[in-house]
């Protein structure tokens, strides 16, 4: 290769540093905006990215970045990124169980003022999930509740309450038809969030305050009901390998008569079999005390802007476009997630994808929400092991082993 003089060093020099400059968001452009959430398959996160950059007028770009496909992915590598300052996040999708840990260390700005005047059309349950200590942390983009999915054929009146529930599936049984009563069951979040809801339902609360056990009688019959229902004719042989997909799959299989889980499997059904599809309803989750509806445990995503973001007003903008009613409507209709804003649930658009629109509005109005405390990593796992498999579960010595459990979590301080 010929070998540059020096005026040909000193151009190579030059242009090496307008490369150097555009890589770092110089003056050559507007800055690009990083903005980090768990990977959507419709597009519906990409196609927001693109409506807001377009809207900001020039001002910045946002760039979709995807987290890992696990849940516990997606939180390491955000909370290693953070924890070293890492100043290339801007926009941070987090988990509705992300906001006290995360603000907690101090990686999260509040939205104050007029940025958390913005958030005033939010449903109640969405924006608890992105609070902690009075302050706001993030902007509700998405939510999820669980709904009773059944079978019209073969329950006509659809139970209201656990216990009914559970003598519909043992009748049922009895006559030789579908009756598993599909569910969560397996050592993971879901197990966490089945538990969540019994205990918010029965009107009490596994943690009070951030790092207090709170264990009463409605923790004692919340393990009651998972108990009765593993030991029942009513609990499927996998039910300690049972996830959201695996409760759907069942269903759609035909074994059984009812279905605790997300509207995803309403579209699901319709695709896979459009004959059962016809005799799939839906109804409130049901009530673990007659008379008192239950408080579902709900999920979702806000969206929070790091505190090491060299952009922060740019970012506090862009999120503000992407949880808007336009781009919300696209991620409940192309993506299947329930928006968090109120006013959508009014929307003739949303008619056909979410008949049951107003039961999710109405369960997100009153929502039970998972244990808010800088350590819920540590205390998710340890209801998880004290609760698996739900068959093996002692109602009288599991509130001992839970409370024993939590503390010891409570007390790791532990952000990974």
């Not at 992105?130 to 009773?148: H, V």
């Not at 299947?336 to 999710?360: E, Q, R, V, W």
């Not at 039970?368 to 800088?374: A, H, L």
């Amino acid at each position: 290769m010929r070998a540059l003089g020096k005026g040909g060093l000193t151009g190579l020099a030059a242009v090496l540093a307008a490369l150097a400059i555009a890589a770092c968001g110089g003056s050559s452009g507007p800055p690009t905006l990083s903005w980090y959430i768990f990977p959507e398959p419709s597009g519906s996160f990409a196609h927001a990215a693109q409506v807001c950059s377009k809207a900001s007028g020039g001002k910045y770009n946002i760039a979709l970045n995807t987290l890992p496909t696990d849940a516990d992915g997606q939180r390491q590598e955000l909370v290693r990124r953070l924890a070293a300052k890492d100043s290339s996040i801007d926009i941070i999708g987090m988990d509705v169980t992300y906001t006290p840990e995360f603000a907690d260390a101090g990686w999260l700005r509040p939205w104050i003022g007029a940025n958390r005047d913005a958030l005033k059309g939010d449903l109640p349950g969405p924006l608890a999930t992105a609070s902690w200590k009075g302050k706001i942390y993030g902007a509700p983009d998405n939510s999820n509740t669980q709904l009773l999915w059944y079978r019209k054929d073969l329950v006509p009146n659809p139970p209201k309450t656990w216990a009914e529930m559970l003598a519909d599936a043992k009748k049922l049984a009895q006559e030789g038809k579908p009756h598993y009563i599909e569910i969560q069951g397996k050592q993971y979040e879901g197990l966490t969030v089945w538990f969540n809801t019994l205990v918010d339902s029965a009107g009490g609360t596994i943690l009070k305050g951030p790092r207090t056990v709170s264990l009463g009688a409605s923790a004692q019959k919340a393990a009651a009901i998972i108990h009765a229902l593993a030991t029942s004719p009513a609990a499927d042989p996998a039910l300690s390998n049972s996830d959201e997909n695996a409760g759907r799959l069942a269903f759609e299989g035909g074994t059984a008569a009812f279905e605790l889980n997300y509207p995803f499997v309403y579209p699901s059904i319709q695709a896979d079999d459009p004959k059962l599809a016809k005799e799939m309803g839906y109804t409130n989750y049901p009530s673990v005390n007659a008379g008192q509806p239950a408080k579902v445990t709900i999920g979702g995503s806000n969206l929070g802007v790091s505190r090491f973001s060299k952009y922060p007003q740019y970012a506090f903008e862009a999120i503000k476009c992407l949880t808007n009613a336009a781009n919300q409507k696209v991620d409940a209709i192309k993506g299947g997630l329930p928006p968090t804003l109120a006013s959508l649930y009014n929307d003739p658009a949303l008619a056909k994808p979410y008949p049951f629109k107003a039961l999710i509005k109405q369960q997100l109005a009153d929502a039970g929400i998972r244990p808010q405390t800088p350590a819920y990593a540590d205390v998710t796992i340890a209801i998880q092991k004290a609760l698996s498999p739900p068959g093996s579960i002692d109602p009288k010595s599991v509130l001992s082993t839970l409370n024993s459990q939590l503390k010891a979590a409570l007390s790791s301080g532990a952000l990974i």
